[in-house]
């Protein structure tokens, strides 16, 4: 098991919060625990959709209601050029006043059950140049929606590949799952005696440092 702490993070790292309080709940896609994901900016600061709005955030404040944090880290996503887009598409979003969509989490269900039916018919129109994903750059975003748009919109998703990672059915747990958005780097505990729990989704997962030999 693989501890780190915030001095371990670089630009772009995703963190993925954990609260026991969900589980067994009903939510099925908050069962494992991971209720939030926000992305890693450097300079202790973090990029998270949360109410009222999308904000850039202290690190320890965007930490405070989890009982751990899981962190993905993706290693070939984050050149320089892609950390500039990350920051610029993050204050556009800022500037813009994007909010946080409450209307998406309460029709998570029904949208992921639509974007099934959906997502074949899609991909064969965008082929046939009659379909266009919708834009990264939107009005609202609820947590894991902005951490898939921000993958688009730095262009490590491309166009085609935005039609299956469609930002509104996306939650913390199905990022946490795709290697798309990192491996798992560690965990961030609040203190030293905290015990992850057995049933963690990360918790037998070989971590990034034993992958990539760092």
Known sequence: MTFISK????????????????????????????????????????????????????????????????????????????????????????????????????????????????????LEKYFDDQYQPKSPLKETYFCSELVVSVYIAVGFISESAAIIYNPEVMSPSYLGNDTTFGTFLGYIKPYEEYIIPENDQFIHHTSFYEIYDE
């Open 7 to 122: 001095n371990d993070l670089k630009t772009g790292d995703v963190l993925l919060g954990y609260t026991s309080s969900v589980i067994d709940k009903g939510h099925d896609e908050l069962n494992s625990g991971y209720v939030h994901v926000s992305i890693y900016l450097g300079e202790n600061e973090v990029a998270e959709a949360t109410r009222p709005n999308v904000q850039i955030t202290p690190f320890e404040k965007a930490i405070e209601e989890y009982d751990h944090i899981a962190v993905l880290r993706q290693p070939d996503a984050w050149h320089e050029n892609n950390k500039s887009r990350l920051k610029a598409f993050v204050q556009d979003l800022i500037n813009n006043r994007a909010k946080f969509n409450r209307k998406d989490i309460r029709d998570f269900e029904k949208n992921l059950k639509d974007k099934y039916i959906s997502e074949q018919e899609n």
